[in-house]
């Protein structure tokens, strides 16, 4: 009793003197600290030793401050520009071929029948998996000489490929292992953004006399559209920064065949320990993504003002 | 007597006191109990033999070994990982001169060995510059594993074929590639374990004879003969099984014990039990070759190293001559396929009998073989571009350019550095 009145006793003394907009900030002071501490601190800390010249294995110190030269050295790096481009064709290939089989899985599982219902959660299955087991699982099903995958088509008579062994198929597989991975996560949200749909509209359509693909084409994926974009832009923020999944199946190979941006600065950083190169690429990397994202969303907004209007 | 809740309090707060001083108490009994931690090589041998040890070792001194295992490229990150940021987590390491970078961390051992003789029944030569690893001209590194990259024959197929398998050069070899597989064209000339991408510079090693590290002490490759040398690999890389891009070690010796392929480049410690193991189709029918030239071949020198941050370095110095002593020497070797640094092991009558097929070969071999003098990070970019090479993504003149612009940005550490002079990898 005398605890809740000397409680309450300070909390009018605090609402007198700092006001209610002043508690709620007080409140969340600790959550913030922890995010500055936690975000911002090793994210200005990176920027700064993006700047010097630092390997780990020379010095456990930062080195002396060297301007831009981290990343003018990034011009010059083959391996880099080369990952770039491949990162480019990874992430789009997989972006594009996880929405459109997204969409169609989400569009033919709309309902609540139990079919229907089970269908959709054996769909959302591989989003739930380890990403590192998800790369272990599919390297041996790819291996070219003993896996199912391989098996399975020497049995039916079709050539078997070298998947992970052949430079160009290396990188189709990491594509394919990426899009089984994260087509259930647009699966899961294209089928939300479905079920939402006003019904009254999509009848009304019916009355009208459209046919199904009139109604896809000219209704639902219209209305769709921004939900899609949204889509799109995690997708390919996802893909840009794949790892896992290239650590797990490939290391990078057969030679530099399947490096991509996060699979090189990790090697930067964390294997040949250059840590202010590692950070250079890595804010370069960021920035880039940045602006990805803002051109899509201000893509985004322009479509939802469309249709507001 | 009725108890309050003022005697509950006095009774939890006696309890926390009691609990408070017993901990006191026993935290420097706790303290003193002895461990230590040893990173090691995944590899189904080394980590197997170490986890063998680590309990009698724990018997007779009762301290606990706990073996971290990992990977080879992982296992090289850890070390250097735990190094340089002071984790500290291993005391003694596995390694070899890929740890160049953190040489400056481990304690030499050459009172160690002195005190203990341990240099008395080694395999000659292996303590040398460019096998063993130094630090400011003190011994770093103590052998427990040594192996050298070797070529493996099935003696049936060759003689089908009617080669010679006395192959003094890789053009030799790669001529008489065309022979076996014009004879059966269902068995592949040989095969590796190309999965793994370091392996590949092993046949680099093999033909190329020039240097490493140019006049102004960087690294770089004599063009002439590293592009030749990526030719050949390339034409060796249409000689493999078919799908036999990425093939783990498992693989590769299971295509040549079970007759797809003629030959096996490989370590021998990975494959030799597996080929002689009872059942296997090709007991009896295989024998090693001298790793052919004008190269070198690979030596495997698996060294032990202890941190400067060892808390006890007397128990670590027990730990590594524990494992890498003479006494484990045969029980490693037949139990799990290590390769031994103890001339007493190929000194073995009835082990030399049963070995007539790989160790002459392998001894004859280990005087010639040496360790590369590359970084890590020098080291990953020569085998990705040979593998790009070998796959036709680049040109062998491309590709060695590439290995040149690269290496010319990177340090050759100094302890790497001296070696390379005395192992005459520095142009002259």
């Keep these: 009793m005398q605890l809740s009145r000397t409680t309450w006793a300070i909390a009018d003394w605090l609402e007198r003197k700092i006001g209610e907009r002043g508690i709620l900030l007080a409140f969340m002071l600790p959550a913030i600290a922890i995010i500055v501490i936690a975000q911002f601190y090793p994210l200005i800390y990176s920027l700064w030793i993006s700047f010097v010249d630092w390997t780990l294995t020379k010095s456990i110190e930062p080195g002396p401050f060297v301007g831009v030269a981290n990343y003018s050295k990034m011009a010059t790096d083959s391996v880099l520009l080369q990952t770039i481009g491949r990162t480019f064709v990874f992430a789009i290939s997989s972006t594009a071929a996880s929405v459109i089989i997204g969409f169609i899985l989400a569009y033919f599982t709309v309902g609540e029948r139990p ?53 160009r198929l290396a990188v189709l597989s990491i594509i394919i292992i990426d899009v089984w991975e994260w087509t259930p996560f647009v699966f899961v949200i294209f089928a939300a953004a479905i079920s939402s749909l006003p019904s009254e509209v999509l009848r009304a359509a019916e009355v009208d006399g459209a046919t199904p693909l009139q109604i896809l084409f000219r209704i639902v994926l219209p209305m769709l559209a921004p939900v899609g974009l949204l889509v799109v832009m995690f997708r390919l923020l996802d893909a840009l920064l794949t790892l896992d999944i290239v650590f797990t199946t490939t290391f990078g190979g057969p030679g530099f065949a399947t490096h991509t941006l996060s699979f090189w600065i990790y090697q930067q950083g964390l294997r040949y320990f250059n840590i202010s190169y590692a950070a250079a690429i890595s804010w370069a990397t960021m920035l880039g993504c940045l602006i990805l994202v803002i051109g899509l969303l201000v893509w985004r907004a322009r479509i939802s003002r469309w249709q507001q209007a | ?109 050459d009172d160690y060995i002195k ?44 003689k089908q074929a009617g080669v010679d398998a006395n192959f003094k050069t890789w053009d030799d070899f790669l001529a008489a590639c065309s022979t076996i597989e014009s004879k059966d064209a269902g068995v592949a000339c040989f095969s590796h374990p190309t999965g793994s991408p370091e392996q590949i510079s092993a046949f680099f ?56 392929a003629a030959m096996l480049v490989t370590w021998p410690s990975f494959a030799n039990a597996f080929l002689d193991a009872d059942g296997s189709p090709i007991k009896g029918h295989w024998h090693q070759v001298s790793f052919p030239g004008p190269g070198f071949p690979q030596l495997s020198q698996w060294q032990l190293f202890m941190v ?121």
């Design chain 2, 205 to 260: 090693t093999g033909d190329y004879d020039g240097t490493y590290i140019d006049k102004n002490g960087h690294y770089a490759l004599n063009v002439d003969k590293a592009v030749a040398t990526g030719k050949l690999i390339a034409e060796l890389w249409k000689h493999l099984p078919k799908q036999g891009n990425a093939m783990s070690f498992d693989e590769a010796n299971a295509a040549f014990r079970d007759g797809k």
């Design chain 2, 1 to 109: 007597m009725k108890t309050t809740w003022f005697d509950v309090h006095r009774v939890s707060l006696g309890l926390s006191v009691a609990m408070l001083a017993i901990g006191a108490a026993a935290a420097p009994a706790i303290a003193q109990d002895k461990s230590l931690t040893f990173s090691v090589m995944a590899s189904g041998t080394y980590d197997k033999a170490a986890e063998a040890l680590a309990a009698d070792f724990q018997a007779k001194t009762g301290a606990k070994v706990t073996v971290a295992a990992f990977p080879w490229a992982i296992l090289r990150q850890n070390n250097i990982t735990d190094v340089v940021t002071g984790t500290n987590q291993y005391q003694v390491m596995s390694g070899g001169f890929y740890l160049a970078d953190i040489y400056q961390h481990f304690v030499p051992l």
């Design chain 1, 115 to 167: 079919a229907v219902r089970i269908a959709r959660t054996i769909l959302i299955l591989p989003m739930v998996i380890a990403p590192v087991a998800v790369g272990t699982i599919w390297r041996m099903m790819l291996s070219a000489r003993v896996g199912p995958i391989n098996d399975m088509l020497r049995g039916i008579g079709v050539p078997a490929p070298d998947w992970l062994g052949d430079p």
């Design chain 2, 115 to 158: 005190k203990d003789n341990m240099t008395n029944g080694l395999v000659q030569g292996l303590m040398d510059p460019g096998r063993s690893e130094y630090f400011n001209g003190k011994q770093i590194g103590f052998p427990y594993g040594t192996d050298v990259y070797g070529v493996m024959v099935n003696d049936d197929l060759l």
């Design chain 2, 308 to 428: 400067d941050s060892a808390p006890d370095k007397d128990l670590a110095w027990d730990w590594m001559k524990t494992f890498a002593g003479p006494q484990a020497a045969k029980a490693n070797y037949e139990k799990f396929g290590i390769g031994s640094p103890w001339q007493a092991l190929y000194d073995d009558a009835d082990l030399k009998a049963k070995h007539q097929h790989d160790w002459p070969a392998k001894l004859a071999d280990l005087p010639r073989a040496q360790n590369l003098v590359l970084t890590g990070e020098a080291l990953d970019f020569l085998n990705n571009t040979l593998q790009d090479i070998a796959n036709g993504r680049t040109s062998p003149e491309d590709g060695v350019a590439a290995i040149n612009a690269a290496w010319a940005n990177f340090t050759v550490p100094q302890t790497l550095a001296d070696v390379a002079v005395k192992v005459g990898a520095v142009e002259k």
